[in-house]
């Protein structure tokens, strides 16, 4: 028997942080010309450092002398899932904090990566940024103090201190939604400003853009500041979801998957960066739910998704290129002025 309220409130989590990770990548590569294969580096980035922060600090607020016990034995993990449901505060307090740093932090180091790679020239960024995020796999799997290869488990949720866990698991996606809609807002903002106007004028032609003064590494740094600090807290969000992260989960295939829904959504619309998000964590979510109640164990549903998310970015490149959603055109105050003289004069 699927539980369909537990479906559909484990649909529109995935639907919210996958959905932050594509409207900031759409944002990078469909407005702005930045091909950013690296999706997944600020996007684990975030995930370590709100795991990191949240289990030492919360077991140092507590009294507890992380020197003897660590949140990586058992000791602490189980300590870690009894201190949760007594403190509501620093379990949302460390929600808030986790935030706000992983977007700082990942956003910086976005900026700051953004110089290095475009000397490589604009065909090689994604594969430097690609392997960026391979590295730091990698690096995390062999690095103890984060878990090594086991990753870091019990981190607190939010929400610990709620007994019902469909209300725990309620309150958790309004934050999810919440921080959704905040990404849409500020995006939109960007996308119909100056500076978004900019932003296309490089992307369709660099050299034009230098030419006009344009100061594009400046631009572009700008850019993977911004993308890569949404992605950093997207990657909070799925710590504190899952409660226990570890390298394993942050593979390049999800960049790819990323990619697949703003190539199937529409390239340079936000719009269709939620519809290919929607679309694919709905496919995601019950392939994850059916299979087992089919008993199907021959074929992972791990390959079966891979299999369908490669055919279909094959198929829409090939009939579809532009996507569901087109590109949509720019509502500044001075062009709805313009469209509304011009129906004024055809109804005249």
């Excluded at 086991?150 to 007994?163: E, L, N």
């Excluded at 829904?261 to 059916?290: P, Q, W």
């Amino acid at each position: 028997m699927i539980d369909v309220v537990g479906f559909l409130i484990s649909w529109l989590t995935f639907l919210g942080i996958y959905g932050i990770l594509a409207v900031s990548l759409n944002f990078e590569s469909g407005t702005s010309g930045v091909t950013n294969f690296g999706k997944v580096f600020f996007y684990g980035l975030g995930a370590y450092i709100g795991a990191a922060l949240t289990v030492y600090l919360f077991l140092l607020l507590s009294g507890v002398d992380t020197s003897k016990v660590s949140p990586f034995d058992i000791e602490g993990i189980v300590l870690l899932g009894e201190l949760a449901t007594k403190n509501p505060i620093l379990d949302i307090g460390l929600l808030v904090a986790s935030l706000v740093l992983a977007f700082l932090v990942a956003g910086i180091v976005g900026y700051l990566l953004s110089y290095p790679i475009i000397r490589v020239g604009p065909a090689f960024v994604g594969f430097t940024l690609l392997s960026t995020g391979e590295l730091f796999r990698i690096f995390v799997q062999h690095y103890e103090p984060l878990g090594g290869s086991k990753g870091i488990m019990s981190i607190p949720h939010p929400f610990a201190w709620v007994p019902n866990p469909t209300l725990r698991a309620l309150l958790y996606l309004f934050i999810v939604l919440a921080l959704l809609a905040l990404t849409y807002f500020v995006f939109r903002r960007l996308y119909n400003s100056p500076l978004g106007r900019t932003l296309r004028a490089v992307r369709d032609d660099e050299i034009a853009a230098l030419c006009l003064g344009k100061h594009v590494p400046r631009l572009k740094a700008m850019v993977l500041f911004i993308g890569s600090g949404f992605a950093g807290m997207a990657g909070v969000l799925l710590a504190f979801y899952y409660s226990s992260i570890n390298p394993d989960i942050f593979v390049p295939a999800v960049t790819f998957n990323v990619w697949a829904m703003i190539i199937l959504g529409g390239m340079g619309n936000l719009e269709g960066s939620l519809l290919g998000a929607a679309i694919f964590t709905l496919f995601d979510r019950l392939l994850a739910f059916v299979t087992p109640q089919l008993g199907i164990t021959i074929i992972s549903p791990d390959y079966i998704r891979g299999f369908l998310v490669g055919f279909l970015i094959v198929v829409v490149l090939l009939f579809r290129p532009q996507g569901i959603l087109k590109e949509g055109k720019i509502e500044t105050p001075a062009w709805k002025v313009y469209e509304e003289e011009v129906k004024g004069e055809k109804s005249g």
